[in-house]
């Protein structure tokens, strides 16, 4: 059985920094493309970052050089650090898995950027 689960998420003030973590298990996190999504009120779910399999990284221009996502493999565990957050950050973040045919989510993490 597949899980994803994410935490971190919480209440911070603008240019503020928060670290979202999911921690997967029935799957090996470095095989996998894995991503953060997230989700405001009202609005699609977009992503966020994304780390392949290789290791190449890639970023939504709104996030560029204020997030950085990770993984470390011995904790199969997959990393997003939130720096400078603004409130239009304020959203649900889930983690994501793809491998072929697989696709996972995880339950998703609130995050506020609120002064």
């Known amino acids: 059985q597949v899980q994803l689960v994410e935490s971190g998420g919480g209440l911070v003030q603008p240019g503020g920094s928060l670290r979202l973590s999911c921690v997967a298990s029935g799957i090996i996190v470095s095989i996998y493309d894995m991503g953060w999504f997230r989700q405001a009120p009202g609005k699609q779910r977009e992503l966020v970052a994304i780390?392949?399999?290789?290791?190449?990284?890639n970023y939504v221009d709104s996030v560029k050089g204020r997030f950085t996502i990770s993984r470390d493999n011995a904790k199969n565990t997959l990393y997003l650090q939130m720096n400078s957050l603004k409130p239009e950050d304020t959203a649900v973040y889930y983690c994501?898995?793809?491998?072929?045919?697989?696709?996972?989510w995880g339950q998703g993490t609130q995050v506020t950027v609120s002064s």
């Open positions: 780390i392949i399999s290789g290791g190449s990284t």
């Open positions: 994501n898995a793809n491998l072929g045919l697989s696709h996972y």
